[in-house]
């Protein structure tokens, strides 16, 4: 866990940032008194990193198959929840590649 005192509004915004990536992370960035808390920080950046590199794979997915791939889209949403429910329970999410850039970064 990031910090000893995680509130329910901090799990609260953490999940969501999960669930409406990459919109509530942008407006959590945006938010003084949210983004410099170290839980919701964690899990928010985190989903942004996820976000983009999603779009991006995706769209070179997209080009490459023709927009085939773009039916498997949604699958993205199944880590994505259970990432949610994580940082509502108060737990850290560990995403692969993800996690240690975000850590390497200092975010």
């Given at each position: 866990?990031?910090?000893?005192?995680?509130s329910?509004?901090?799990?609260?915004?953490?999940?969501?940032?999960?669930?409406?990536?990459?919109?509530?992370?942008?407006i959590?960035?945006?938010?003084?008194d949210?983004k410099n808390?170290?839980f919701?920080?964690?899990h928010?950046?985190?989903?942004?990193?996820?976000?983009?590199?999603?779009?991006?794979?995706?769209?070179?997915?997209?080009?490459?198959?023709?927009?085939?791939?773009?039916?498997?889209?949604?699958?993205?949403?199944?880590?994505?929840?259970?990432?949610?429910?994580k940082a509502?329970?108060?737990?850290?999410?560990?995403?692969?590649?993800v996690?240690?850039?975000v850590?390497?970064?200092?975010?």
């Open positions: 866990m990031a910090s000893n005192t995680v329910s509004d901090d799990k609260l915004w953490a999940a969501l940032a999960y669930v409406f990536t990459p919109v509530v992370p942008i959590i960035l945006l938010l003084e949210k808390r170290p919701i920080k964690e928010n950046m985190q989903a942004l990193v996820w976000a983009v590199a999603l779009f991006v794979i995706l769209f070179v997915l997209g080009i490459v198959t023709f927009g085939l791939i773009s039916c498997l889209a949604p699958l993205a949403w199944i880590p994505q929840l259970y990432w949610a429910y509502f329970q108060g737990e850290s999410v560990n995403i692969p590649v996690t240690d850039f850590k390497k970064q200092g975010w």
